[in-house]
Each structure stands twice: as C-alpha cells, then as structure tokens.
C-alpha cells in the first residue's frame, strides 16, 4: 500500500536526474546509508501493520542491501571508462598512423629538397664553366666551317685542274713552235 | 530517455527502479559515445586519407629515384666540363 517516509524519500531520490560521478567514482553519503541502515532495520522487522489513527499501514517487504554495493558501483564504472577509452581508442591509433606516414612522408621530402639543392647548384656551377667556355666552342664551329670551305675549294681546284690535264700537251707543242 | 517510467509502479522495487536506471543511463552513454563517434564520421576520413597516402607512395619514390639519377647525370656532366676545361689549358700551352 502506501510506501513510508523513508521509501518514498529513496524514491524520490530516483525519480530526479542522477548527478554523473566525477573521475567515474561513485561516493556514497552517509545520509542515503543512513536511510538505508533505517531501511534494513525496518526491512528486518517484519512487515506489520499500524493501525494509527484507523489506517491501516503496511511496509514493503524487500530485499537487504548488498554489503559490497561500492565496490560493485566501482567496478561498473571502470569497466564503463574502460569501454569507453576502447571505442575512442580506434580513432586516436587512425591519427597516430597517418601522424606516422605524415613524418616519414616529410622526411622523404626532406632528403628530395636536399638532393634538388644540390642539383640546382650543381647546374648553376655547370652553367658558368658553360658560359666560360663559350668562345672557344664558337672558335671550334669558326674553324670548322672554314675547314669545311677549304675542302669545298680543294675539291674544286682538283677538278679544274683534272680537266685542264688534257689540255697540256698542245700547250708545250706550241710552245716548243714558237722557240723553233 | 524516458524519465517517466522512474515512477514507482505498482509490484516494481527500489532495487529493481535503480538497477533499471543505472543500465538506462549506461546504455545512453554508450550510445551517445558511438553517435559522436559516427557522427564526426572520423573513421571514414581518417581511412580515405591513408589510402591516399599509400597511393602517393608509389609517385614519391619514383620521384625520389628519377632525383638521384639527375644528380648522377649532373655529376657526370660536370666530369665532362672539367676535362673539357683541362684540354683547352693544353690549348693554350700548344698555340703559344
């Protein structure tokens, strides 16, 4: 029938939002165990009926309280902080890989900077001993041209002189006419 | 979550309500937990990205290799430069 003073209060305590432990530690107050205590004492009595007033009442009979409730609380709540950091642990090793691959990537770029430092150096030192050299790679193309209309010429003065070849002995048969 | 059914029915114990609500609660954390974690869709991102890192490997090292080959080739070239150069001394010396 109609619960007591102290049942309805632990009810009430119930019905309200629950305060979220910190640090996911359960502390029990003494009121509450106190209540309790008051509770259990009832609870061991018999449930009995009052007649105060012409009401008749009765007390809920119940269970006892487990002694180890705390310990139970805080076993419930680590294991929960347990699972919790579990699931959010899969995210946090994804942000740890790519973390990873990030620095090796970044070391690798690294090495590639340094190697295209070197490159670019050695280029821009190529490029001057180029440009010293330059005068005497357009002397060596000077000289071979000239070499090459050399050969031009020679060849052409080898022809004529092949043709003018025949002409040689009426040359020296006038010649020797003429000193006749 | 339904706050209502705290109310103490007729038969239900104290017990009973606050076991009923502590694994009420604890099934909306858990819950909550993984909504934030879907929600933020971070598994998703987080993998695509790695695939794509893996992908680019594969370009970086060819690149590394075709680097050190050009530092190779400019080595070389440099080689011949300096030959080139030891040659027009000998030039020099023979037109004088």
Known sequence: MAATGDEAAAMESISKAPVPPTDLTLTLTAEPEHKTDATENQKAKRPSNNNDGGVETAEEATEPAEPDINALCRDMFDKMSVFLQGELTATCEDYKLLENMNKLTSLKYMEMKDISINISRNLQDLNQKYASLQPYLDQINQIEEQVTALEQAAYKLDTYSKKLEPCLPCLEERIMMQHN | ?96
């Open chain 2, 1 to 96: 979550m339904a706050s209502s059914e705290t109310q103490p029915r007729f038969g239900q114990s104290v017990k009973s309500l606050l076991s009923d609500k502590v694994t009420s609660c604890s099934g909306d954390v858990i819950a909550l937990t993984r909504q934030v974690l879907k929600g933020s869709r971070s598994q998703e991102l987080l993998s695509q990205a790695a695939r794509n890192m893996v992908i680019q490997e594969d370009a970086i090292l060819h690149s590394e290799d075709s680097l050190r080959k050009m530092s190779i080739i400019t080595t070389h070239l440099q080689y011949h430069v300096e030959h080139s150069k030891n040659l027009q001394d000998q030039l020099k010396h023979l037109m004088k």
